[in-house]
Structures are given as C-alpha cells and as structure tokens.
C-alpha cells in the first residue's frame, strides 16, 4: 500500500514539478496531499477521491 502511494507520489506529483532543491519540494508538499486527498481519483474508491469517498459513504452508510 505504501508502495502504490509512493509510485502515484512520484508519477503524478513529483516528476511534473520544479524539483531544485529539497526546499522547493517541501513547499510543495502540502498542496500535493490536498490535491491527492481531494481531487485525484482512486480505482479502489470507484474514481473518487478520498475525501468524496468518505463523504459519499458516510452521508450513504451514516458517519464514518
């Protein structure tokens, strides 16, 4: 599981950015584990994100 995010990590965010220091990357971060929490879509999660999963769930299923 760690493997998948790190390899999704790499692909979708890290190789697309501007990388010049280890600096440049850390400011980066955070709006990288928005994004990747907010709006990247998840197979295992039927192409939802997820927050929308979580929140799809719990207003189905009651809270989560």
Known sequence: MAESLMKTFKWDYV????RHDAATVLAQLPG???DYNERHPH?????KSFREFIRSSSTAEGPV
């Open 43 to 47: 197979k295992e999660q039927r192409l």
């Open 15 to 18: 190789f697309i950015h501007e």
């Open 32 to 34: 990288w584990f928005e």
